[in-house]
């Protein structure tokens, strides 16, 4: 389910069934904008995905916007407790930003794919949204 | 003379303004509400094309996942969707295309995607199953069959339309 009103409506009257939050992580940097403006959108794109394929479990909320010299880390303790008191059992955290990537987010490379071929850039998508997949369906069933 | 000659001339003045302007008001309000009645009409067709999906020959009786992509209006824009089938042949040789949305929520399903369940569609999300021709298995979340696609055979090519609860494709 995706943050829209109609999701949400949805989610009102699914709850017990929706217990992951997934919430992409974008850097904003002032210096190799176009690299920072790469990793947004192709974390998103994997995000869209990923929702597009788990709709009936994960809820994909806005997402975490931060300045690269900011300390996200202290963010993301925020967010999740804030999500774990409404209710997500799962808290995932998607980023490209290698930076910052340990063990709390699930990291994704973004690559420069605006001059690779269209089939070889699917490829990639592809494999990179299986491989989120697999980090959700290892947390559900490790919790089961 | 001349004044009567005038007189009618403003009548025709004021006939002529009158029914402009009362013409022009009805056009304004009429056309909006003709493009509203004409609207889902117009949406219904665009809805309805049919997209290549697949070569017949590569289908067989395993279910395989085609992922072909929709052109989708929205209110502001036209954009792109990508959509999934299940496709295979039944045991008459009849094409079957499955639509992989669960319907409980809809998350996607999958062919064998569940160890203990061979040769049944399975949903990761709530463990939802469904037998091959995509019926529900019960006592799993899922409350009715997958949706069927509406297909056309043309040379060869299968053309996939609309996904339609079962018994309506
Ligand atoms: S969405 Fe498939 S079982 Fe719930």
């Not at chain 1, 804030?82 to 799962?90: I, L, P, S, Y």
């Not at chain 2, 067989?60 to 992922?67: A, G």
Request: glycine residues 6%; aromatic residues 12%.
């Amino acid at each position: 389910m995706k943050w829209t009103a109609k999701d949400v409506d949805m989610y009102e009257q699914t709850k017990e069934y929706v217990d992951t939050a997934l919430i992409p992580c974008i850097p904003i940097g002032g210096t190799n904008m176009k690299a920072f403006a790469e990793m947004s959108e192709h974390v998103s794109l994997i995000a869209n995905e990923v929702e597009r394929q788990f709709k009936g479990r994960v809820m994909l909320f806005p997402p975490l916007t931060y300045f690269v010299h900011e300390q996200v880390q202290s963010r993301v303790r925020e967010w999740t407790n804030m999500f774990k008191t409404f209710g997500f059992q799962h808290i995932c955290f998607l980023t490209s930003h290698a930076d910052v990537s340990d063990e709390t987010f699930i990291y994704i490379p973004s690559l420069p794919l605006e001059h690779v071929d269209e089939s070889y850039k699917q490829k990639i998508v592809r494999q990179q949204v299986e491989q989120v997949m697999d980090a959700l369906v290892t947390k559900w069933t490790l919790k089961n | 003379m001349s004044e009567k000659k005038h007189r009618v001339s403003r009548r025709q003045f004021l006939n002529y303004t009158l029914t402009g302007v009362g013409g022009f008001m009805a056009a304004g309000i009429l056309s909006p509400m003709v493009r509203f009645a004409l609207d889902p009409i117009l949406k219904e067709e665009t809805g309805q094309d049919m997209v290549a999906v697949a070569q017949v020959k590569d289908i067989t009786t395993e279910p395989q996942r085609f992922d072909f992509k929709v052109k989708v209006k929205d209110a502001w824009y036209e954009s792109e969707e990508p959509r999934s089938a299940w496709v295979f042949k039944d045991e008459n040789g009849d094409i079957v295309a499955l639509s992989p949305i669960c319907t409980h929520l809809g998350c996607t399903v999958n062919w064998n995607g569940d160890k203990n369940n061979p040769n049944r569609f399975f949903c990761p999300c709530h463990y939802g199953l469904y037998e091959k021709d995509g019926t529900n298995v019960p006592n799993t979340p899922p409350t009715s069959p997958l949706h069927r696609y509406e297909y056309e055979i043309k040379d060869g090519t299968l053309y996939l339309g609309k996904a339609k609860p079962r018994g309506e494709a």
